[in-house]
């Protein structure tokens, strides 16, 4: 069954990773009227902490703070999203029943390998959404070429993102642009601590992970330097492949001197 097209769709690996990355400017799109998305390409069963159950009821309640009207988890398994053939297809078959006008992807390095996978695997799902002669079904495991002879009539018609965004939080890049999250700090911190099972002082993953009482700070002192970048309080940051278009030099928004 089809779903009401998407304006927004974030894709991540791993369950939080939007909410850290890229959660206020979701909710500021909500916030707007814009009808927002999450796709998870794993559960989260590998995580120090917690189970594949926790990081579910704990994801929705997140993605509810946020205003996101959508949110799936896939199946890949945590610790090894690869860019395969099979996943492409399992990602570009949501792109094609979500049908997101934008799509926010991680930045294609970083420490961790599921994180860079995800980027090039959710680029290349995205072209191959929009082929017209390749028949995918809304459920992954019914994929078939368009040559087989499955039945086409619960086939997904072509789709492709018209901009893809890259959230850059997790590596050290220039962004290309900031959005300003400052009306929505708090509410995206608070996406952010739904997910207790992971950032509670407990004593699994004492070493690895931040305690408590630090985990507002490190995640506001990310927000002010990127909101400095743009001259304002707080801001998530972002990157685009392709050049700009300014039809208006005095609406630049962010003074040079």
């Known amino acids: 069954m089809l779903i009401s097209s998407l304006d927004i769709l974030a894709i991540a690996a791993h369950r939080d990773d939007v909410e850290q990355t890229c959660g206020g400017t979701l909710l500021k799109m909500a916030q707007r009227g814009q009808r927002t998305g999450i796709l998870d390409l794993t559960r989260g069963e590998l995580g120090t902490?917690?189970?594949?159950?926790?990081r579910a009821r704990e994801a929705a309640a997140a993605a509810g703070i946020l205003g996101a009207g959508w949110r799936r988890?896939?199946?890949?398994?945590?610790?090894?999203?690869?860019?395969?053939?099979?996943?492409?297809?399992?990602?570009?078959?949501?792109?094609?029943?979500?049908?997101?006008?934008?799509?926010?992807?991680?930045?294609?390095?970083?420490?961790?390998?599921?994180?860079?996978?995800?980027?090039v695997l959710g680029y290349e799902a995205c072209f191959l959404a929009g082929l017209a002669k390749l028949a995918l079904s809304s459920q992954p495991s019914a994929i078939s070429q368009t040559n087989s002879s499955a039945d086409k009539s619960d086939s997904l018609a072509p789709h492709r993102p018209?901009?893809?965004?890259y959230a850059t939080l997790y590596y050290d890049v220039r962004p290309t642009f900031v959005v300003d999250i400052s009306s929505q700090f708090e509410q995206k911190f608070a996406s952010i601590l739904?997910?207790?099972?992971?950032f509670s002082d407990q004593e699994a993953g004492k070493d690895l992970f931040l305690a408590h009482d630090e985990i507002h700070?490190?995640?506001?002192?990310?927000?002010?330097?990127?909101?400095a970048l743009g001259g304002v309080t707080y801001a998530e940051p972002f990157l685009q492949k392709e050049v700009g278009l300014v039809e208006d030099l005095l609406a630049i928004p962010v003074k040079s001197i």
């Open 73 to 119: 988890a896939l199946d890949i398994p945590d610790g090894r999203v690869e860019n395969t053939w099979e996943n492409r297809l399992k990602v570009a078959s949501v792109i094609r029943e979500t049908r997101p006008r934008v799509v926010i992807l991680p930045y294609w390095k970083g420490r961790h390998p599921d994180h860079y996978t995800c980027s």
């Open 162 to 165: 018209f901009k893809i965004v």
């Open 49 to 54: 902490r917690g189970t594949a159950e926790d």
């Open 194 to 198: 739904a997910y207790k099972s992971q």
């Open 217 to 227: 700070a490190r995640v506001e002192s990310m927000a002010r330097y990127y909101g």
